[in-house]
């Protein structure tokens, strides 16, 4: 059974590679502790950028705590990452001004930034407006289902190409 699954497993990995890449045509800008940052920005001149969607809402005092727990094992990956071409970012909808104290109480080194007022959050349907909730329904993971909160986890990759292209 588990040489089985280990076949099924390898034949839907060849899939999911297998999968149209989407170019994305908006250009997001986020707040970062200079300033402004693009999404090309935070690739750092890799070709491979993985983004941590942190659960971190406008008016909240804190990040999430279980949030926390996943970065505070990603901020050592980042150095074996970069050796392979992917660079790690997080990203939040809380302004940058809540989020730098948040993460230097924590003691974090990772990019962290802000997307506070933009919609990068609700493009990739981590954050919901409050009339998604109100539906009792929010598009989340591929599925519509029900949600508690206005923000959720999750994870999205990015490749760069060489004419500097984002999917």
């Given at each position: 059974?588990?040489?089985e699954?280990t076949?099924?497993?390898?034949?839907l990995?060849?899939?999911?590679?297998?999968?149209?890449?989407?170019?994305?045509?908006?250009?997001?800008?986020f707040e970062?502790?200079d300033g402004e940052?693009?999404?090309?920005?935070?690739?750092?001149g890799r070709s491979q950028?993985i983004?941590?969607?942190?659960m971190?809402?406008?008016?909240?005092?804190e990040?999430c705590?279980?949030?926390?727990?996943v970065?505070?094992?990603l901020?050592g990956?980042?150095?074996h990452?970069?050796?392979?071409?992917?660079?790690l970012?997080?990203?939040?909808r809380?302004?940058?001004?809540?989020?730098?104290?948040?993460?230097e109480?924590m003691?974090?080194?990772f990019p962290w930034?802000?997307?506070?007022?933009?919609?990068?959050?609700?493009?990739?349907?981590?954050?919901?407006t409050?009339?998604?909730?109100?539906r009792?329904?929010v598009?989340?993971?591929?599925?519509d289902?029900?949600?508690?909160?206005e923000?959720?986890?999750?994870?999205?990759v990015f490749?760069?190409?060489?004419?500097?292209?984002?999917?």
């Amino acid at each position: 059974q588990e040489k089985e699954f280990t076949r099924q497993r390898d034949e839907l990995s060849r899939k999911r590679r297998d999968l149209p890449w989407v170019r994305l045509e908006k250009n997001y800008v986020f707040e970062g502790p200079d300033g402004e940052v693009s999404l090309l920005d935070l690739f750092q001149g890799r070709s491979q950028l993985i983004v941590y969607h942190f659960m971190f809402g406008p008016d909240w005092k804190e990040g999430c705590p279980s949030c926390s727990f996943v970065v505070d094992h990603l901020d050592g990956s980042s150095v074996h990452l970069n050796a392979r071409d992917v660079s790690l970012a997080v990203v939040s909808r809380a302004p940058y001004a809540q989020i730098r104290p948040f993460k230097e109480r924590m003691g974090w080194r990772f990019p962290w930034v802000s997307s506070s007022g933009g919609s990068f959050n609700f493009d990739f349907h981590v954050s919901f407006t409050k009339e998604e909730l109100a539906r009792g329904k929010v598009r989340y993971n591929y599925e519509d289902l029900s949600f508690p909160v206005e923000e959720a986890p999750g994870i999205s990759v990015f490749f760069k190409n060489p004419a500097g292209e984002i999917f």
